[in-house]
């Protein structure tokens, strides 16, 4: 008997919980990255920025392979909660070791130990990956991609939110508490609070739906394997270009905005990382509006490619901070590739494999970024006297690669639907 689970209503709590203490984490990070990296030579001052990020970002992204994988197949065993569950428990004690830092007054490279503790219990790929495979184990093939994005909508508000409340609640303190601690005591409450709540009453409930659905999906994989595997490779090297492409950009870009002409304080910075969640929203519409215009999956993903290969060429040669929100504003259905993306993913394999599916996904993008963040940040720090903005052009070549094997996959796909139809007249 196939089953599917009813969960979708009581993740959403959750997901916003836990995204508006990652908002304030993020932005508390940057301001004391900057504050304790402060030097009268500002291109000094931006290698020592740039070079934490790196090491921190590099960090992040190795430590989490092994334990994600592992949660992952916990998860697809049955236990959907444990992969969403122990991250949660490792974002708590690592945004912890912040607060400590700011209040005690640590060096700034006892930091490191942040993305190590978060790492070793899953870290963002584990956690994310958890949260898509209980989305799509709720939801049918149809109504898959605008489920996904309407959880990545609710992600959104919450960063959102989040970011906008963020650069204010740095700058409170008291004589007792210094500047940033008040915001990064949040960020740690909200975490505790999004633990509770998943490990005690995140409910996930099993009803015998949809089991005619499911078999006949099951049946499609299974007489299309050959051409399912290649969907799959092709959707993954799109997927891993096009995160390089936005990783890179948007890392470079941390460091960008705290330097002239923007020069950005702690204000500015919860602004501008609200743009980049209102984004969610923007995209989550287009979704809404490409489904009901019948525009095929791949072809939303190739609009978001569009958009964003747009807006990162043009913040190459932002020079003001209005500039910087009109940039912003063109990248509005960047977004969509990477949650459709996953989508098509998941037609592609059985419910049974949706958890180490989106691991190894998420997984192969930290791979890539080893290799591409080390390269972003020479570029950038080699062209900091010269052209600052040239590392924002080559995140939009990196798009456009992206593009190529999306393309292949639509044209695929729908020469296997043109034929299906055939047979079936």
């Known amino acids: 008997m196939v089953v599917m689970m009813s969960c979708r209503k009581y993740i959403a709590p959750l997901v916003f919980c836990a995204q508006v203490a990652s908002s304030f984490f993020d932005t508390a990070l940057q301001m004391v990255a900057k504050e304790r990296c402060a030097n009268p030579d500002k291109d000094t001052e931006q290698k020592a920025i740039t070079n934490f990020n790196m090491t921190f970002n590099m960090v992040l992204k190795f430590m989490p392979i092994v334990p994600a994988i592992i949660l992952a197949k916990i998860g697809d065993k049955g236990y959907r909660k444990v992969p969403i569950v122990v991250p949660l428990v490792g974002y708590f004690l690592s945004r912890g070791l912040?607060?400590?830092?700011?209040v005690l007054e640590w060096p700034l490279q006892v930091l490191y130990a942040v993305p190590v503790i978060h790492g070793l219990c899953g870290g963002?790929?584990?956690?994310?990956?958890?949260?898509?495979?209980?989305?799509?184990?709720?939801?049918?093939?149809?109504?898959?991609?605008?489920?996904?994005?309407?959880?990545?909508?609710?992600?959104?508000?919450?960063?959102?939110?989040g970011s906008l409340a963020s650069g204010h609640l740095f700058n409170l303190y008291t004589v007792d508490l210094k500047q940033g601690a008040i915001l990064s005591s949040f960020s740690v409450l909200l975490y505790f609070l999004s633990l509770l709540y998943?490990?005690?009453?995140?409910?996930?409930?099993?009803?015998?739906?949809g089991e005619r659905q499911e078999r006949r999906e099951s049946v499609g994989i299974i007489n299309h394997e050959a051409r399912d595997k290649i969907n799959i490779a092709l959707l993954f090297v799109g997927g891993i270009l096009y995160d390089i492409a936005v990783a890179g950009?948007?890392?470079m870009l941390a460091a960008y905005v705290l330097k002239d002409p923007l020069n950005w304080g702690a204000t500015e910075v919860g602004y501008g990382n609200a743009a980049g969640s209102l984004l969610f929203i923007t995209s989550f519409l287009g979704v809404?509006?490409?489904?009901?215009?019948?525009?095929?999956?791949?072809?939303?993903?190739?609009?978001?490619?569009?958009?964003?290969?747009?807006?990162?060429?043009?913040?190459?040669?932002?020079?003001?901070?209005?500039?910087y929100f009109l940039a912003r504003s063109i990248t509005l259905f960047a977004l969509i590739p990477m949650p459709t993306i996953r989508s098509l993913l998941?037609?592609?394999?059985?419910?049974?494999?949706?958890?180490?599916?989106?691991?190894?996904?998420?997984?192969?993008?930290?791979?890539?970024?080893?290799?591409?963040?080390?390269?972003?940040?020479?570029?950038?720090q080699a062209t900091l006297d010269t052209f600052p903005g040239f590392v924002f052009i080559l995140s939009s070549i990196f798009t456009v690669l992206s593009m190529i094997p999306i393309s292949i996959v639509g044209c695929r796909s729908a020469r296997h639907d043109g034929y299906e139809r055939i047979q079936g007249n």
């Open 98 to 102: 912040l607060l400590l830092d700011i």
């Open 288 to 323: 809404k509006m490409f489904t009901r215009c019948s525009v095929r999956d791949e072809s939303m993903i190739m609009i978001g490619m569009v958009s964003f290969a747009a807006g990162i060429y043009f913040m190459a040669f932002v020079t003001t901070t209005p500039m």
């Open 124 to 161: 963002f790929a584990s956690y994310w990956a958890g949260v898509m495979a209980l989305v799509s184990v709720c939801s049918g093939a149809e109504e898959r991609s605008v489920r996904i994005m309407r959880t990545e909508l609710v992600y959104g508000i919450a960063g959102f939110i």
């Open 249 to 251: 950009g948007i890392e």
């Open 198 to 209: 998943a490990a005690f009453f995140l409910q996930v409930d099993f009803s015998e739906l």
């Open 346 to 380: 998941s037609k592609q394999v059985k419910g049974t494999s949706y958890g180490i599916t989106f691991v190894m996904l998420q997984l192969s993008f930290k791979l890539a970024s080893l290799v591409t963040t080390p390269i972003y940040t020479e570029i950038y």
